[in-house]
């Protein structure tokens, strides 16, 4: 019998040359059904400790800025509220997008199925516009609040 060998990225497959072979080769992989065979295992534990990393670098960097925050009020600054619109966003965004990816980077495949794919996308995409957004509109009401006395004063329209 026949077989086939390929080398990819240092990493060597044989497979027996056939037309189930051939067949299979063919058929993509699926990420939601079990591990991507094309891609070697090494490949995914990689990328799960890089992602738990960068996750809990993330988690415990933007918790500590909205705990000081909150914790001393003489940071309570209208400048500092743009700090922690991000801080927020960006937490939010790691608490949903990095703990998805690293779990499923973790197992080699997308285990918890196309709703954590879906959830995964969206949180990330909302909560990035979020703080990508809501920065202008805090420096706005910054400007706003210094050229007409503050939070306590009288506005027109309110």
């Known amino acids: 019998?026949?077989?086939?060998?390929?080398s990819?990225?240092?990493v060597s497959?044989?497979?027996?040359?056939?037309?189930?072979?051939?067949?299979?080769?063919?058929?993509p992989d699926d990420p939601f059904s079990g591990p991507i065979r094309s891609l070697a295992?090494?490949?995914?534990?990689?990328?799960?400790?890089l992602m738990f990393v960068v996750t809990?670098?993330?988690?415990?960097?933007?918790?500590?800025?909205?705990?000081?925050?909150?914790?001393?009020k003489q940071l309570r600054q209208p400048l500092n509220y743009i700090i922690v619109n991000l801080a927020i966003a960006d937490f939010l965004v790691s608490l949903t997008g990095g703990l998805i990816s690293f779990m499923t980077n973790a197992r080699g495949y997308f285990f918890l199925g196309t709703w954590a794919c879906v959830l995964e996308g969206f949180a990330v995409t909302y909560f990035g516009k979020c703080g990508a957004e809501g920065t202008p509109a805090s420096a706005v009401f910054?400007?706003?609040s210094k050229l007409f006395g503050?939070?306590?004063?009288?506005w027109g329209f309110f």
Not at 1 to 6: C, F, K
Not at 14 to 25: I, V
């Open 1 to 6: 019998m026949d077989t086939v060998s390929l």
């Open 8 to 10: 990819v990225n240092g």
């Open 13 to 27: 497959y044989t497979e027996a040359a056939g037309a189930g072979a051939a067949a299979a080769a063919d058929e």
């Open 41 to 49: 295992p090494w490949n995914f534990t990689v990328l799960a400790v």
């Open 56 to 72: 809990s670098l993330s988690l415990s960097e933007n918790f500590l800025v909205m705990f000081v925050t909150f914790r001393f």
């Open 142 to 144: 910054q400007g706003r």
């Open 150 to 154: 503050g939070l306590d004063a009288k």
